[in-house]
Nanobody, 114 residues
Framework: QVQLVESGGGLVQVGGSLRLSCAGS????????MGWYRQAPGKQREVVAI???????SYADSVKGRFTISRDNAKNTMYLQMNSLKSEDTAVYYC????????WGQGTQVTVSS
């Protein structure tokens, strides 16, 4: 059974930083494509950043240069370092993994206040 658990969300001021973590079990972060999505109130869920099993990364244009996705294979944990946060980054952030199916975490709230 695959489980993905996010942590690290919270309230931060504009321009601040947060680091999200996603701890997984039942799925290998070193093999499978993993990523972060977010969903703001009244909006569709959107991709934020993806990291492949080979380590290639890609980002949504809105976060390029500000967010960094990474993983620790030994800990089976993925991270999202978020810098220079903007109010429009406010959303629930979800950890996602693709193995035999799509797997999702429960989400963690990120609120950026001005």
């Amino acid at each position: 059974q695959v489980q993905l658990v996010e942590s690290g969300g919270g309230l931060v001021q504009v321009g601040g930083s947060l680091r999200l973590s996603c701890a997984g079990s039942g799925i290998s972060f070193s093999i499978n494509t993993m990523g972060w999505y977010r969903q703001a109130p009244g909006k569709q869920r959107e991709v934020v950043a993806i990291i492949t099993g080979g380590g290639s990364t890609s980002y949504a244009d809105s976060v390029k240069g500000r967010f960094t996705i990474s993983r620790d294979n030994a800990k089976n944990t993925m991270y999202l370092q978020m810098n220079s946060l903007k109010s429009e980054d406010t959303a629930v952030y979800y950890c996602w993994g693709f193995g035999k199916s799509n797997y999702w975490g429960q989400g963690t709230q990120v609120t950026v206040s001005s």
